[in-house]
């Protein structure tokens, strides 16, 4: 990618970066709380506010907290889990007059949150039944997002990934999709170095992963080609403090990681995640890939070498499973889980995934990442 711009201005005059058409109506802008608001206001909606709680105490987002009809999302408790998505629904359900947008604001997790809520008004189950894959939905309420935490894409992708009571799985369709997601990098000042390190780290592990897949489109390949190359710049420069440029650039870096989970898919990492998120129910999704790729060091060379130097580079402790309360215990419940990722074995794997993807395969990388 040439002249990635460094400032506000520049990232705001800069012509699309992304290769893969995306549905989502990307404006980037340097105010962004207040352009939402005019924007909403403008369209004359009546929008329901799905905002994660720990916002509030940062004045940029103060008008917020004017807003009748607000859900707080308390984003450093949990991940979403479908009971949040039911218990929104229902809110919303009980206004006078019917919502029809719903705005999600926050990291991926609250934005999630918003995106399963907005499939979910116009489906009559709870949210537990719409997790996985090609199921028949009808279309909610439109979903706008507002960022507060750069990385995983969750602004642009058709996923809202929930934690339900059987598995942790994304609701996977095109309605939940936002149609409008308004991009202020300067949103994510607030963010501590922990989670703005660790979501960086998840959106390096989908570009790493969708340019080592062999089921992902040409465009995915390359705009997670892209996507790679600048979230290895911003985690080799250092994360520590909050830094305008690397605010922007990581802004962009986490539309590429939406636009090329579109057309592309994640691999063995991310199979390997899955069933240690499973096992704990405290283990942020970040840590999780995090961990899965300290433990792929044959499969996938170059992405344990750079996570290693990441880590060293940016002075942050090597995250261990025990730490989350997953030992020896949960070896076999996590290889069940993980041999269910098929789709995930195939992007790594390719169609003869089921000779190289073995349940003793997976379980031997269980083992190691329980005895470190
Ligand atoms: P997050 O939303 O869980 O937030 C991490 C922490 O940062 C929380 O404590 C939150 O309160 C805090 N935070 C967020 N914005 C802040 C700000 N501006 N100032 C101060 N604190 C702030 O983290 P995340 O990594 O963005 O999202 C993780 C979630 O996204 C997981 O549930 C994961 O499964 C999901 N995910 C979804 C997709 C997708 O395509 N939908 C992709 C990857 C991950
Ligand atoms: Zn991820």
Redo the contacts with the bound molecule.
């Keep these: 990618m040439k002249n990635v711009p460094a400032d506000m201005e520049g990232f705001l005059s800069h012509q699309p970066w992304w290769r893969t058409r995306v549905p989502t109506e990307i404006i980037r802008s340097r105010e962004g709380v207040g352009e939402l608001l005019r924007r909403l206001e403008r369209e004359n909606r009546n929008p329901f506010f799905v905002v994660?709680?720990?916002?509030l105490n940062?004045p940029v987002f103060a008008s917020l907290l004017g807003q009748k009809a607000l859900y707080l999302f308390?984003?450093?408790a949990s991940?979403?889990k479908t009971g949040d998505v039911d218990t929104v629904v229902s809110m919303v359900k009980s206004a006078s007059k019917a919502h029809d947008v719903v705005v999600g604001i926050?990291?991926?997790?609250?934005?999630?949150l918003a995106?399963a809520v907005g499939i979910c008004l116009a489906n009559p189950g709870p949210a537990q039944t719409y997790q996985g894959y090609g199921l028949d939905m009808k279309k909610g309420a439109d979903i706008w997002v507002l960022?507060?935490?750069?990385?995983?894409?969750?602004e642009?992708?058709p996923?809202?990934?929930l934690?339900g009571p059987e598995k942790?799985l994304?609701i996977n369709n095109p309605y939940t999709a936002p149609s409008v997601a308004v991009i202020d990098p300067g949103?994510?000042?607030?963010?501590?170095k922990y989670?703005r390190f660790?979501?960086l780290m998840?959106c390096y592990f989908?570009h790493y992963e969708i340019v080592n897949s062999r089921t992902s489109s040409e465009d995915a390949v390359s705009d997670a080609r892209d996507g790679l190359s600048l979230s290895r710049n911003i985690l080799m420069s250092g994360v520590g403090e909050f830094r305008m440029d690397n605010a922007v650039r990581s802004s962009m870096v986490s539309i590429l990681?939406?636009s090329s989970?579109i057309g592309g898919r994640v691999g063995a990492a991310h199979a390997i995640s899955y069933g240690l998120?499973n096992s704990g129910p405290a283990l942020?999704?970040?840590v999780a890939v995090t961990i899965s790729m300290l433990a792929l060091r044959e499969l996938y060379p170059e992405g344990y070498e750079d996570t290693v130097s990441f880590l060293r580079g940016n002075g942050m402790e090597v995250p261990k499973a025990g730490d989350f309360g997953i030992g020896a215990k949960d070896v076999e419940k996590m290889t069940k889980t993980a041999l269910g990722m098929e789709k995930l074995w195939q992007s790594c794997f390719g169609d003869r995934w089921k000779e190289r993807a073995t349940e003793e395969y997976i379980r031997g990388i269980y083992e190691r990442i329980v005895s470190l």
């Excluded at 994660?52 to 916002?55: E, I």
């Excluded at 949103?187 to 501590?192: D, H, K, Q, Y």
């Design positions: 994660d709680s720990v916002l940062q308390d984003a450093s991940e979403p926050g990291g991926g997790a609250t934005m999630d995106k960022p507060t935490l750069s990385g995983t894409g969750a642009i992708t996923i809202a990934v934690r942790k994304g949103l994510t000042s607030g963010v501590r989670n660790f979501t998840d989908h990681g939406g989970t998120s942020p999704h970040s």
